[in-house]
């Protein structure tokens, strides 16, 4: 592995800044290897590169754009006269240079998807400042009207960086392997509080005109797609002593209730992986059109109200977030062809985090969930599907991916080693690569080796025993894969098998059951269920009724799939009020397979639903539903 030299790249402080003030920014190397290449990225970093970004905006909602300047810091080779930057769709008013003359800049062509790259002839200028707005429909900003948030009274705002939306609201080279410091100052209207996935210095301040200013840094270099703000009628509560949580009035008293195990995730992902390097994990509570479950921002974790499901049992998305904490944010994959480092990782992170913060029980039933999710892809693409593998093949697309792969597969293969290695030398291996890799980009290649010079050592017989190239780069299950515990629902998979037999239902046992039992039980029903017998099994088990959305949607689901005319009116009212894409197209993908009964509900709802959406959901059911937007 290469790393840019120093010497070639200017990195010292002298060189790299204008003023000096900035000399003592931690500044991340970039990998150089094609295996790291992001071909998403119009970036050279090889050439120049940014190192910091200061941003200075304001967020327009009338306008529905976000405006203002950024200031880069550059690194770059010497003699470098150009930098290149990511953009799709932003305006660029102008680009000066420190003393504020102006630099001449070329915005190239636009490639679908990737934006235009804007070449900026910088000369012996390291800082530049670009004077810009975010174009109209910006993928990363979602803004909502009040009638989509819970108070009802307030406008809401929030960003969605990842995969490469962040072009759209910040002139920075956007590409994962391109670490950056960062700093920003956020004007908005007085009612409304901002926040950002960075620490906030100080109180707001009025700058009049009814609007009031936030400031935010991060000193430890991030990805550039981690950079995230929101706006809205947000309230926060204290935790624990470095947590705590946003949300609108409506929702905090809710979401801090669900989220009172926090402190304890935190220790527990601490006692397993090291310290907790970001000084504070705060959380916001997004209003439901949030297209993910969460979104790990630095700091600042974004949810989906969806999780609240009264009795802590869907908080596991809270592990999952906190763990990108280690995997992710503080070891980032350079390329998205690597998705599984992150995912996959903390997959298997949030399981041990589950552990010791839940029990055997639902960790073990997590993974039994999670393996039969993996069993069950492969068996549908074909073990030597190449979209099977955990680093994306030549030839796929990498922000196409089957995420039961990158997450689920990924956990299974550390799982695996794990059980081959034994934990007592496995898990300060992997809290020994975060250390090591801290704060840096990082790949495939780089994770294997790292393995083999500081676990496996020379021992051959290990070496083969773990089969790390045929998890990694192979296609399908390895041979050698540590199989979930059977048992671990056995007295819910009994009760199915019951049910399939001969219709038997106990309302009692499901009353009983965990949220994972339940979600067993609904996607172990037969495929094909009468009217009569949904009718009864809604009566019985109130399924209509739950107010747990994964248990609701495995109903919905169920309902659809045999054109059970009584659930329709629910979907669309589930569909109205939810954004979250992971329920929301497989809903539309059910009705659009249910042919002439399922695909005109499918529109309607759709004509209705489509403007609530978030770019990323709409983007998806567009594509199914064959809508041009
Ligand atoms: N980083 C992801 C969300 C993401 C991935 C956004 C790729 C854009 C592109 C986040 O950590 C995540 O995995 N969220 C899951 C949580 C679940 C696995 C517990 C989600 O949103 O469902
Ligand atoms: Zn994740």
Request: net charge negative.
């Amino acid at each position: 592995m290469r790393l840019l030299a120093p010497a070639a790249l200017c990195l010292t402080a002298a060189c790299t800044t204008v003023g000096g003030e900035q000399a003592d920014r931690m500044i991340s190397p970039v990998l150089t290897t094609a295996e790291a290449r992001d071909e998403y990225t119009f970036a050279r970093p090889e050439i120049a590169r940014v190192t910091h970004v200061d941003l200075d905006l304001a967020l327009d909602f009338r306008a529905q754009t976000v405006g203002g300047t950024a200031t880069l810091d550059i690194a770059a080779a010497s003699g470098a006269q150009e930098i290149i930057l990511d953009s799709r769709g932003l305006q660029i008013s102008g680009i000066t240079a420190p003393g504020g003359s102006q630099i001449p800049f070329t915005v190239g062509e636009t490639i679908a998807g990737k934006g235009e790259p804007v070449t900026v002839r910088i000369g012996d200028a390291r800082q530049i400042t670009v004077n810009y707005t975010s174009g109209a429909g910006a993928d990363a900003l979602q803004w909502l009207a009040p009638q989509q948030t819970a108070g009802g009274e307030h406008p809401f705002m929030f960003s969605q960086g990842q995969a490469i939306n962040n072009r759209t609201w910040i002139p920075t080279q956007d590409s994962p392997g391109i670490r950056q410091t960062w700093h920003a100052r956020v004007t908005a209207p007085a009612t409304l509080d901002v926040v950002m996935s960075g620490i906030r210095q100080g109180d707001a301040q009025d700058v009049g005109g009814g609007r009031r200013a936030f400031t935010f840094t991060m000193d430890q270099p991030v990805a550039p797609y981690l950079i995230a703000v929101a706006a809205g009628d947000i309230d926060f509560r204290p935790l624990g002593p470095r947590s705590g949580v946003w949300a609108e009035p409506a929702t905090l008293d809710r979401a801090a209730a669900e989220l009172v195990d926090t402190e304890a995730m935190i220790d527990a992902a601490e006692g397993l992986y090291g310290d907790y390097r970001w000084g504070r994990y705060d959380m916001i509570v997004l209003p439901p059109s949030f297209p993910y479950g969460g979104m790990e921002n630095p700091v600042m974790t974004f949810l989906t109200p969806t999780f609240i499901a009264g009795d802590r049992s869907l908080t596991g998305l809270v592990a999952h977030e906190l763990a990108h904490s280690w995997s992710g944010n503080l070891v980032t994959y350079a390329s998205w062809r690597d998705g599984w480092l992150n995912e996959g990782v903390t997959s298997y992170l949030e399981n041990r985090i589950s552990e010791v913060v839940f029990g055997d029980t639902r960790a073990g039933q997590e993974r039994a969930l999670s393996y039969a999710g993996v069993v069950e892809a492969v068996e549908e693409l074909g073990a030597n599907a190449p979209g099977t593998a955990l680093r994306t093949p030549d030839g796929l697309d990498p922000l196409d991916y089957n995420s039961t792969i990158t997450y689920d597969k990924g956990a299974l293969f550390l799982h695996t080693a794990e059980s081959i290695v034994g934990r007592d030398r496995f898990d300060p291996w992997l809290r020994s690569w975060f250390d090591r890799h801290a704060f840096q980009p990082a790949t495939s290649a780089m994770f294997l080796a790292d393995l083999r010079e500081n676990l496996i050592g020379g021992d051959a017989a290990l070496e083969q025993r773990l089969m790390l190239d045929q998890w990694v780069y192979g296609t399908g299950i390895p041979a050698n894969v540590a199989r979930a515990d059977d048992q671990a629902f056995a007295a819910v998979d009994a009760a199915a098998r019951a049910y399939g037999a001969d219709r038997t239902l106990d309302a009692q046992a499901w009353t009983g059951w965990s949220a994972a039992e339940q979600m067993r039980f609904l996607q172990t029903l037969p495929q094909t269920i009468s009217a009569e017998e949904l009718a009864r099994l809604d009566r019985t088990l109130n399924l209509s009724a739950t107010g747990n959305t994964e248990v609701k949607f495995l109903w919905l689901q169920a309902g659809l799939r045999n054109r059970y005319q009584p659930v329709v009116p629910q979907a669309e009212a589930f569909l109205a009020s939810v954004g979250r894409n992971k329920f929301v197209e497989p809903l539309f993908r059910t009705l659009t397979e249910q042919g002439e009964w399922g695909q005109p509900i499918a529109r309607r709802i759709y004509d209705r639903t489509r403007p609530t959406y978030h770019s990323f959901t709409r983007g998806k059911v567009d594509r199914l539903l064959g809508v041009t937007g």
